[in-house]
């Protein structure tokens, strides 16, 4: 593991709630999750769940107060590769087509020995994970530094690991000049897992967000997160990516991370107006 990695272990203190990070990454995963299954339970097993504070390669230390009605498939997914801790995207389980068309070279295999209990010793070890044994692949297209996958017949996802301030994390998911479609939600739409989406046609506003969001800067998350929509790009490669627009500060969130990016006004609104 690295030594930065190490360093941000041991510093770590565990929240006394959910930060609203945190909270924006439950009301997303809500999207994916069961219907038979409580929201509650499921705000639940994410604070639970070994405590992952995702600030892209953080994880948070253990919780003191874990029950054992939380299983590991509760936790939100993560595995220890090459020293640095990539986190399962927000997308979900990736179409076996698109799966088998992104599965690179064979890099091994997760194990199966982190859970909520689990001390900072455990993620010392090489494909440590919280997913059990599975095995892991390198994505075609792109970084490995970036973007790893697991890979069963029935079963594909994707892991990344970012950097704490999201260094060139757009230009990673290679997103310019390569969106097949995009579709969005508005504000109610979202908070309430409502599975209707619009499409984006404004190709040019798009265009002109996209290009804005590799020059956007990383800001800290502001404690007002009203006025939002749910924006999601189909790549050409068919893998998906999903951003959080705030309108009062021009901002967007994207994943489990723990900060936000300040897009360039007129971009953002050229966007946000034509939705």
Do not use: C
Request: hydrophobic share 35%; no cysteine.
């Amino acid at each position: 593991m690295s030594e930065h990695l190490k360093k941000q272990i041991d510093e770590l203190d565990i929240p006394v709630e959910l930060s609203k990070r945190s909270e924006l990454g439950v009301k997303r995963a809500k999207l994916e999750m069961p219907k038979s299954r409580s929201f509650k339970k499921w705000i639940g097993a994410l604070a639970i769940a070994a405590a992952l504070v995702i600030t892209t390669s953080v994880v948070y230390e253990q919780m003191q107060e874990s029950t054992s009605e939380y299983s590991k498939a509760d936790m939100l997914g993560m595995i220890v590769y090459k020293g640095e801790i990539y986190v399962q995207t927000n997308e979900g389980m990736l179409p076996p087509k698109v799966a088998s068309r992104l599965k690179g070279q064979k890099l091994g295999i997760s194990k199966d020995t982190i859970d909520e209990w689990s001390d900072k010793a455990a993620y010392n070890e090489e494909f440590a994970s919280t997913i059990g044994k599975q095995p892991v692949y390198s994505v075609k297209g792109y970084d490995e530094n970036f973007r790893i996958m697991t890979y069963e017949k029935e079963s594909a996802q994707i892991f990344e690991h970012i950097d704490e301030q999201g260094a060139d994390v757009f230009n990673q998911m290679k997103l310019k000049d390569n969106i097949a479609s995009a579709v969005y939600q508005d504000n109610n739409e979202w908070y309430e897992g409502s599975e209707t989406f619009h499409k984006v046609t404004n190709q040019q506003a798009l265009e002109q967000f996209v290009e804005a969001l590799y020059v956007a800067t990383p800001v800290e998350s502001p404690t007002e997160r009203a006025d939002l929509k749910n924006l999601t790009f189909t790549l050409k490669d068919g893998t998906t990516a999903t951003l959080i627009l705030f309108k009062k500060n021009h901002t967007v969130h994207y994943g489990f991370m723990g900060i936000d990016f300040k897009v360039e006004k007129e971009a953002f609104d050229a966007l946000w107006n034509s939705l």
